[in-house]
Each structure stands twice: as C-alpha cells, then as structure tokens.
C-alpha cells in the first residue's frame, strides 16, 4: 500500500517515496495490462473455436421464481432475434389477480458484446429487471442480432461474413425499431419506458434520429453511460484502433464484417478455474472489467464476477467496433464510413451523414461518471446541448466506472431507485393506467 503524504519531512525524503509509490503503481498497472492483452489475445484468436454460448436469461429468471416468456422477432432484413419478458413478480401475485388495469411496459436494451443477463445476474434484490417487475411494470429484454441468443437469419449462416455486415446502425433501424414494435403489440400499449446501457444508448440515439416518429412511442427514456460522440473518448485501445481502423483504408475492409468474441471452450475455462471464489488469478476477471470500463473502481460486486464471466462477451460483428472508431477519428456522430467512392453509391455524398440528434423530442435521461472510459463527462455534456430535452445525472462517485451502472453493490440506491421514482412519477403525472 502506498500513502502520499501531505506534509513531506524533507524534499528527498518526499521525492523518494513520491516515486516509490509511483513505480509500484505503474508496474502494477503494466503487468495486469500485460497479462490481460494475452487474455484478449487468447480469445481474439481465431484457432480457438466457438462453442454454443450459455443462454442462461430464462433460467437464471425462473430459479428466482418470476414468470418468464421467450419471443422470437424477425427484423426487415430476416434476423431473428430472441427477446424475453417478465410479465410479472411473484411478489405482487396476489395483488395481480384481482388487478384489471393495464400495466406500463418498461423495455431495456443491452450494451456492445453483451445481451439480456445484463439486467438480471445482479440478483433478485438488486437487478434493474426484477426491481420494474416488483414495482409492477412488464419488463421486456432485447438482444442485438450476433450476440448469444440472436445469431440466426432466415436465409443466412452465422457461419458466413455476410451474417455479420451490419453495425450498431442496422442494430438501431431494424433490431430496435422491430423488438420495441413487438413488445408494444403483445403487451397492447401505445408507448413504453426505455432503459439501455452503451450501446444499447448509441441504438436508441440512431433510431430516434433515422426514424423520428419512435419518439411518440416512449415515455422516460433513461440511458446508462451514453455514447453518440466520442471525442474526448479516454480507452487506450480506441486510441490505438482509431489509428488503424478510425478511416477507410484495406485494414478495415479486411477485419470487417466479422464475428467478434463469441464465446469460446477457452471462455469456460477461464470462468471455471481464474473466475472462481478462492482463485488466486481472480484479479484478472475484475482487471478486465476495469481495463476496459475504468481503473480504480470500489464499487463492483466480485460476487458476480463467475456469472459475468460465462455471459460475457456474448459476441458482436466487428463492423460495430470499427464504426465506434470512426467516430472517434470524426469527432461526429454519423453513418458508417465506407470510403469515398462506396458512400457516392449508398448515401449519394463523399461523407457519411450525420445523425440529426435534434429530431429527439423525447426528454432524454442521462447517467454518466467521471472514471468511465467510454462515455466521456464531456462528450454526453456536449450532445446534451444539442438534445431539444435532457436531463443529467452524473454520479457523485469519483471512481464509478462503465460497468458499475450494472453490476455495483450500490447500483440500486445509486441508479435503479432513481429511475423507478422517475418513472412512477411520470406514470402517475399522465394517467398511465387509462391512457395505455
């Protein structure tokens, strides 16, 4: 342990222990990053073949004791995505029996490489999904096409490149559009909560910027470290990609359109034997999470640490990741960047146009840190000038990173309180019960 003293006896003396503080840090630092890139390189290479992923939403719902139902949406272009829904909690049962009024329909989408368990592997007490269903809203969970429970097509295998042409812009217009459609045609309502995390917020972003007229069909949007514009993105390996993949060039061509981490026989052993309670690499699994999310967090629940391990990461199209680092090479929100001569043919301009964030007259929630690699303070203070409607969050915390808006010990005084109250409150303002 190293303390920084206030008040040095004398300026060698400070000097010393000054640096001896900083070696044991930065070295500390080196080698969890060292060991983590090996990790990344493991699971990046391509000897190590798939495995069918753990599909755990509706197992880990019912072993709780919730009702739980599995629906199948086909999107525009034929993906075939997997979405469930908590239509209720055992906790209010009996109050449900004799209830005849419509419940109001709360839908929560998931980040980038990951998919539905997000909302519920926290546990009963404590997950964003189980608490709406207690306090009695119809939770329904997406999943974005190539992550573990949406990797099927009608005409084509998940097997081929041609799966994975698509980004978080395809994900926006046709996965989200056609699971917020579903959810609102079974649940007979006319509009519903938003609640997403990354991704899932840069999706919401897309859609209410392409297709204006979703803004009628939500109520609260709440977004969990957003992302749309990503100057001030601060994760040393955007940086390092943005050099190589921010642009157009045969590199990108090449790496696109491909499966990124789906889960692998290597995953489950890593879960098995370094995830473990009692394992002595444990660090590992957590230094992941703060590798990518935010060095120095107090706030993540180690206990899930095994749950997180068998989920993530859930896979995803590398196309998504380029995209994101175009935008960090642009500085702007916008379409993807297929070169000069391709964007003539498909967006009839040398450039990719950019999302009009001011067609969302939806009032927007925004949740942000300060220790968050991906959703830079700056970046969402900035989009908030340009949204017609927003609201700000940001975490008191110092130290809250990207992944404590899920997993926390204190995600549910911190955020999930603060939401529900949101929402109850504009339920009660508008009538919800009668206008559905």
């Given amino acids: 342990m190293c303390i920084k003293m206030q008040q040095p006896t004398t300026t060698t003396t400070a000097t010393r222990r000054q640096t001896s503080c900083n070696n044991k840090n930065n070295n500390s630092k080196m080698l969890q990053m060292l060991l983590l890139a090996l990790l990344l390189l493991l699971l990046l290479s391509g000897q190590i073949e798939p495995v069918d992923g753990l599909k755990v939403t509706a197992s880990l719902i019912t072993n709780h004791n919730y009702p739980v139902e599995e629906h199948t949406v ?50 009963p007490e404590t997950s964003l999904a189980y608490m709406f269903a207690d306090a009695g809203y119809d939770v329904w969970l997406g999943n974005a096409r190539g992550n573990t429970y949406s990797r099927q097509h009608k005409h084509i295998h998940p097997d081929t490149s041609d799966f994975w042409k698509f980004s978080w812009h395809e994900i926006g217009v046709y996965d989200l559009a056609a699971m917020l459609d579903f959810a609102l045609a079974v649940s007979d309502s006319k509009s519903l909560h938003f609640v997403a995390h990354s991704q899932g917020t840069t999706t919401y972003f897309v859609l209410m910027s392409s297709l204006p007229w979703y803004n009628e ?6 977004l969990l470290a957003p992302i749309a514009y990503m100057r001030n993105h601060s994760f040393i390996l955007s940086k390092l990609g943005g050099m190589l993949l921010g642009s157009p060039s045969v590199l990108s061509w090449v790496l696109g359109n491909m499966e990124l981490l789906p889960i692998t026989s290597i995953q489950k052993i890593l879960c098995e034997h370094v995830c473990s309670v009692g394992s002595m690499l444990k660090f590992l699994c957590s230094g992941l999470l703060d590798f990518i999310g935010g060095w120095g967090t107090r706030h993540l629940n180690h206990t899930l640490l095994t749950d997180v391990c068998e989920t993530h990461p859930a896979g995803a199209s590398t196309t998504q990741i ?115």
């Fill in 322 to 436: 380029i995209h994101y680092l175009q935008l960090y090479t642009s500085g702007d929100f916008r379409q993807y960047d297929h070169g000069k001569e391709q964007n003539e043919i498909i967006y009839r301009q040398a450039e990719p146009p950019s999302y009009n964030v001011q067609n969302i007259n939806s009032c927007v929630n925004m949740y942000y840190s300060d220790n968050d690699y991906m959703s830079a303070v700056e970046d969402v203070e900035y989009l908030a000038t340009l949204l017609p409607c927003a609201e700000l969050y940001r975490i008191p915390y110092k130290d809250w990173n990207h992944y404590d808006f899920l997993w926390s010990v204190n995600v549910k005084e911190v955020i999930n309180n603060r939401i529900i109250d949101k929402m109850h409150r504009y339920d009660m303002e508008h009538d919800a019960a009668i206008s559905f």
């Fill in 217 to 222: 069909k939500v109520r609260t949007v709440h």
């Fill in 74 to 123: 086909h999107t525009p272009d034929d993906y075939i995505l997997t979405i469930y829904r908590i239509p209720t909690s055992p906790k209010l049962q009996a109050q449900n029996q004799t209830q005849e009024k419509k419940k109001p329909v709360v839908f929560l989408q998931h980040g980038i490489l990951c998919a539905s368990d997000d909302w519920i592997i926290n546990g």
